[in-house]
């Protein structure tokens, strides 16, 4: 091979590089591939970044360990993102590695993959985006990394085989339908750290049996724990201002629950069909208790009040919130029951006893 040819071949190669080291700090983007993974160049300030890309010919199989930095015509590029679907729909991916380096999994990621048993999350991440994990079937366990601050929209729905999953105190959104239909979930632990629980977050959770909702709390919201048919015991605290509407519905094995003093509205549904709930006690703090709150509640016995004046039942029970109070016990404060008696919707209970 003469010098010539040698030459122009390395400054070919320069070239090459060159052009490459552009993209990366541009607009632009390239893609390639390096140990079997498939890479896009992204757009930063620092340059040499690229997210783990879509596969478009065949899929990831096996088991997957993503590197931190990856090589490619002799630049060293960090391994930033998890791209939308890269992994979608692969279902004889087992498991993967996420390194430290990536500080998103972006949306869809994994859904799809129902052969996934294991996934670890790099300490990185900061986000899980919405359906990340979504139809995961076959993922028994999760551990959420300390790094991350929202948990998205459906990110983990219909993971049946899910038992266990661990929030850390670093989260502090669990967005709409974060787990719902996560058929054998037994337990989770939410942190302090969350302020807000989304829309049917756990609904549809079978195997839950219990929750201990944080005291930084302030809303529970529509059906977050619907249809959590083994769910037992729930501890409200007393942060809790509204309990949404349809929030425990369908909890049929929910049995007495405290609503704390700081409730003011108990909303549409809230308890309906929560056939194995034997009393509950209403605060002095509640305004409303909306339509069917307590409907279908069949074993609903005793309900303890603490106002020393029966308030207007018309404007605190709306439509079906307290069916069947005829058969109910109401206990009230002591000195109070001869008020009570005589006062509309409050004489419709079956027995009047103080407290």
């Given at each position: 091979?003469?010098?010539n040819?040698?030459?122009?071949?390395?400054?070919?190669y320069e070239?090459?590089?060159?052009?490459?080291?552009?993209i990366?700090?541009?607009?632009?983007?390239?893609?390639?591939t390096?140990?079997?993974?498939?890479?896009?160049t992204?757009?930063?300030?620092?340059?040499?970044?690229v997210?783990?890309?879509?596969?478009e010919e065949?899929?990831y199989v096996?088991?997957?360990?993503?590197p931190?930095?990856?090589?490619?015509?002799?630049?060293?590029?960090?391994?930033?993102?998890?791209?939308?679907?890269?992994?979608?729909?692969?279902r004889s991916?087992?498991?993967?590695v996420i390194?430290?380096?990536v500080t998103?999994i972006?949306?869809e990621?994994?859904?799809?993959?129902?052969?996934l048993t294991?996934?670890s999350i790099?300490?990185?991440?900061t986000?899980i985006?919405?359906?990340?994990?979504r139809?995961?079937?076959?993922?028994?366990s999760?551990?959420?990394?300390?790094?991350?601050t929202?948990?998205?929209w459906?990110?983990?729905?219909?993971c049946?085989s899910l038992?266990?999953?661990?929030i850390?105190d670093s989260?502090k959104e669990?967005?709409?339908?974060?787990f719902?239909?996560c058929?054998?979930l037994a337990?989770?632990?939410?942190?302090?750290?969350?302020t807000?629980?989304?829309?049917?977050a756990?609904t549809?959770?079978s195997?839950?049996?219990?929750?201990?909702?944080?005291d930084?709390?302030?809303i529970?919201?529509?059906r977050?724990?619907?249809?959590?048919?083994?769910?037992a015991?729930?501890?409200?605290?007393?942060?809790?201002?509204?309990?949404?509407?349809g929030?425990?519905a369908?909890?049929?094995s929910?049995v007495?629950?405290?609503?704390?003093?700081?409730?003011?509205?108990?909303g549409?549904d809230?308890f309906r069909?929560?056939?194995?709930?034997?009393?509950?006690?209403?605060?002095?703090?509640?305004?409303?208790?909306?339509?069917?709150?307590?409907?279908?509640?069949?074993s609903l016995?005793?309900?303890?009040?603490?106002?020393?004046?029966p308030?207007?039942a018309d404007?605190?029970?709306?439509?079906?919130?307290l069916?069947?109070?005829s058969k109910m016990?109401?206990?009230?404060?002591a000195?109070?029951?001869?008020?009570?008696?005589v006062?509309?919707?409050?004489?419709s209970f079956?027995?009047?006893?103080?407290?």
């Amino acid at each position: 091979m003469n010098k010539n040819f040698c030459k122009r071949l390395h400054f070919l190669y320069e070239d090459v590089r060159f052009l490459i080291r552009y993209i990366c700090k541009s607009r632009f983007s390239c893609t390639f591939t390096a140990g079997g993974i498939r890479y896009s160049t992204v757009n930063s300030h620092t340059g040499h970044e690229v997210e783990v890309a879509y596969k478009e010919e065949g899929e990831y199989v096996g088991d997957i360990v993503i590197p931190s930095t990856v090589t490619y015509f002799g630049i060293t590029c960090r391994v930033k993102y998890l791209g939308g679907d890269v992994f979608a729909d692969c279902r004889s991916l087992t498991s993967v590695v996420i390194p430290d380096s990536v500080t998103e999994i972006r949306e869809e990621a994994f859904t799809g993959c129902r052969g996934l048993t294991s996934v670890s999350i790099g300490h990185s991440v900061t986000r899980i985006a919405k359906r990340a994990f979504r139809d995961c079937t076959s993922l028994a366990s999760v551990v959420i990394p300390d790094s991350v601050t929202i948990i998205g929209w459906e990110a983990f729905a219909n993971c049946a085989s899910l038992t266990s999953v661990v929030i850390p105190d670093s989260v502090k959104e669990i967005e709409w339908k974060a787990f719902a239909d996560c058929k054998a979930l037994a337990s989770v632990s939410i942190p302090n750290s969350v302020t807000s629980i989304g829309e049917e977050a756990f609904t549809d959770c079978s195997s839950l049996t219990s929750v201990a909702i944080p005291d930084s709390i302030t809303i529970i919201e529509y059906r977050a724990f619907a249809d959590c048919t083994s769910l037992a015991s729930v501890s409200i605290p007393d942060s809790v201002g509204i309990i949404g509407w349809g929030v425990f519905a369908g909890c049929t094995s929910l049995v007495p629950v405290s609503i704390p003093d700081s409730v003011r509205l108990i909303g549409w549904d809230a308890f309906r069909d929560c056939s194995s709930l034997t009393s509950i006690r209403i605060p002095r703090s509640t305004r409303t208790v909306g339509d069917d709150a307590f409907s279908g509640c069949t074993s609903l016995r005793d309900v303890f009040v603490v106002w020393p004046k029966p308030p207007d039942a018309d404007e605190l029970f709306q439509k079906r919130a307290l069916p069947f109070r005829s058969k109910m016990t109401l206990h009230v404060p002591a000195g109070t029951s001869a008020l009570y008696r005589v006062a509309d919707g409050w004489n419709s209970f079956g027995t009047i006893v103080e407290e």
